[in-house]
């Protein structure tokens, strides 16, 4: 897992370099990147791989946001390479590798790849909703 | 010559931020701050995928409207950033707004030295073939293999070839790749070869962004996203189909 968790951190290093992220995110990416996939072995651990990236997006959205804010950044430069990890790769390939046997299976494998990347982009958007909640919250309660 | 208006600004800030492949959302809110600073009267601004729009009124003078057509879409995160750091400075007066459509010219295509970015290519692949539970044997596998792509994109890039060829012959190769490597050298699993190595592929970005596009409300620009991702990642799958088929017929 320890290894896993590694490789998570040079696939994003080595895709923010790919997506020309600004080379001081560098050592970030490969934080959120382990973070991130971390959070997904361990959800995995109980839960299916749909509510797995659920959770891991969560904590990958909330880092990102944090960072942001700290590094004055936009969240998007952190949050695109952080989530690379959770692309439902796998899925698609099922769903292909399934197809071309002509078996049924893959259709739910289908349905997995829109699952997944639709938990990817829900997960991001409950955070930003919260932290949008929680800025006028507290511009309010200044004013 | 002509004075440059928070118009021109904020139709460069949006042309590249859409280039970039930013979220619709961020692109308006964007071109909408840099307008409101102008102190006018009214300003509208509209971005889709595939085209922006702004309005200005100036106090005492009649409305003026840019549009801009966006053929190309790349990712680039760098751009973003500095397109972020330059309306931060015009909203706060650090910089006037000639100064910040020179700022804007200047941001650079390629963050990265051309090698670099083979090797992140590399360094991208490797790394997905170790994160899902690849061992020793994949990982020299794959990264053959993420060399094939490497030739394959310079190639490519060369003779400008069409994105859906592009995408489905360059998951054909990997396919073919994937296992041609295997056969002559070390037991792998091909699974997780192809998938690691069809990672720079794959649209996730262009998926979630969609979403995302979708679920603020940006439906035109979510859609038309939506349509760009399916696309590629038929081609995708179109391409490593092929790769399977052929396999199945030569082995």
């Given at each position: 897992?320890?290894?896993?968790?590694?490789?998570?951190?040079?696939?994003?290093?080595g895709?923010?370099?790919?997506?020309?992220?600004?080379?001081?995110?560098?050592?970030?990416?490969a934080?959120?990147?382990?973070?991130?996939?971390?959070?997904y072995?361990l959800?995995?651990?109980?839960?299916?791989?749909?509510?797995?990236t659920?959770?891991?997006?969560?904590?990958?959205?909330?880092?990102?946001?944090?960072?942001a804010?700290?590094?004055?950044?936009?969240?998007?430069?952190?949050?695109?390479?952080?989530?690379?990890?959770?692309?439902?790769g796998?899925?698609?390939?099922?769903?292909?590798?399934e197809?071309?046997?002509?078996?049924?299976k893959?259709?739910?494998?289908?349905?997995?790849?829109?699952?997944?990347?639709?938990?990817?982009a829900?997960?991001?958007?409950?955070?930003?909703?919260?932290?949008?909640?929680?800025?006028?919250y507290t511009?309010?309660?200044?004013? | 010559?002509?004075k440059?208006?928070?118009?021109?600004?904020?139709?460069?800030?949006?042309?590249?931020l859409?280039?970039?492949?930013?979220?619709?959302?961020?692109?308006?809110?964007?071109?909408?701050?840099?307008?409101?600073?102008?102190?006018?009267?009214?300003?509208?601004?509209?971005?889709?995928?595939?085209?922006?729009?702004?309005?200005?009124?100036?106090?005492?003078?009649?409305?003026?409207?840019?549009?801009?057509?966006?053929h190309?879409?790349?990712?680039?995160?760098?751009?973003?950033?500095?397109?972020?750091?330059i309306?931060?400075?015009l909203?706060t007066?650090?910089?006037?707004?000639?100064?910040?459509?020179e700022?804007l010219?200047?941001?650079?295509?390629?963050?990265?030295?051309?090698?670099?970015?083979?090797?992140?290519?590399?360094?991208l692949?490797?790394?997905?073939?170790?994160l899902?539970?690849?061992?020793f044997?994949?990982?020299i596998?794959?990264?053959?293999?993420?060399?094939?792509?490497?030739?394959?994109?310079?190639?490519t890039?060369?003779?400008?070839?069409?994105?859906?060829?592009?995408?489905?012959?360059?998951?054909?190769?990997?396919?073919l790749?994937?296992?041609?490597?295997?056969?002559?050298?070390?037991?792998?699993?091909?699974?997780?070869?192809?998938?690691?190595?069809?990672?720079?592929?794959?649209?996730?970005?262009?998926?979630?962004?969609?979403?995302?596009?979708?679920?603020?409300?940006?439906?035109?620009?979510?859609?038309?996203?939506?349509?760009e991702?399916?696309?590629?990642?038929?081609?995708v799958?179109?391409?490593?189909?092929?790769?399977?088929?052929?396999?199945?017929?030569?082995?």
């Amino acid at each position: 897992m320890i290894l896993q968790i590694l490789g998570a951190a040079l696939g994003v290093v080595g895709g923010s370099i790919f997506l020309q992220a600004p080379k001081r995110i560098l050592p970030a990416a490969a934080f959120l990147g382990s973070t991130g996939w971390a959070a997904y072995l361990l959800a995995h651990q109980s839960f299916d791989a749909i509510t797995s990236t659920f959770i891991s997006g969560l904590v990958i959205t909330t880092l990102s946001h944090l960072l942001a804010r700290f590094s004055k950044m936009p969240v998007t430069v952190y949050l695109i390479p952080g989530v690379l990890p959770l692309v439902p790769g796998v899925a698609l390939y099922q769903t292909v590798a399934e197809f071309i046997k002509g078996s049924y299976k893959a259709d739910a494998y289908l349905r997995e790849t829109f699952l997944i990347a639709g938990m990817i982009a829900l997960s991001i958007f409950v955070v930003d909703s919260l932290v949008k909640a929680l800025e006028r919250y507290t511009k309010n309660a200044s004013i | 010559m002509k004075k440059v208006t928070h118009l021109d600004v904020a139709m460069l800030a949006g042309e590249i931020l859409v280039q970039s492949g930013s979220e619709t959302h961020r692109v308006e809110d964007t071109m909408t701050r840099i307008l409101t600073h102008a102190h006018s009267e009214s300003t509208n601004a509209f971005a889709f995928t595939t085209g922006i729009f702004a309005t200005q009124t100036e106090v005492g003078k009649e409305a003026q409207t840019l549009i801009r057509r966006i053929h190309t879409r790349t990712l680039n995160l760098n751009a973003i950033a500095q397109v972020n750091d330059i309306s931060r400075k015009l909203c706060t007066d650090v910089l006037d707004s000639s100064q910040a459509l020179e700022a804007l010219k200047a941001i650079p295509n390629q963050t990265y030295p051309r090698w670099l970015h083979d090797v992140s290519l590399i360094l991208l692949i490797s790394g997905f073939s170790i994160l899902l539970g690849g061992k020793f044997p994949e990982l020299i596998v794959t990264s053959l293999n993420a060399g094939l792509l490497v030739l394959f994109f310079k190639v490519t890039d060369k003779i400008d070839a069409n994105p859906f060829i592009r995408s489905a012959l360059g998951a054909t190769l990997i396919t073919l790749g994937a296992s041609l490597i295997q056969l002559i050298t070390l037991k792998a699993q091909t699974d997780i070869v192809i998938i690691s190595s069809m990672m720079p592929l794959v649209p996730g970005v262009i998926i979630t962004t969609a979403i995302r596009d979708t679920l603020y409300g940006d439906y035109m620009a979510g859609t038309s996203r939506a349509v760009e991702a399916l696309v590629i990642a038929a081609s995708v799958a179109i391409g490593v189909g092929m790769g399977l088929r052929l396999l199945g017929g030569l082995l």
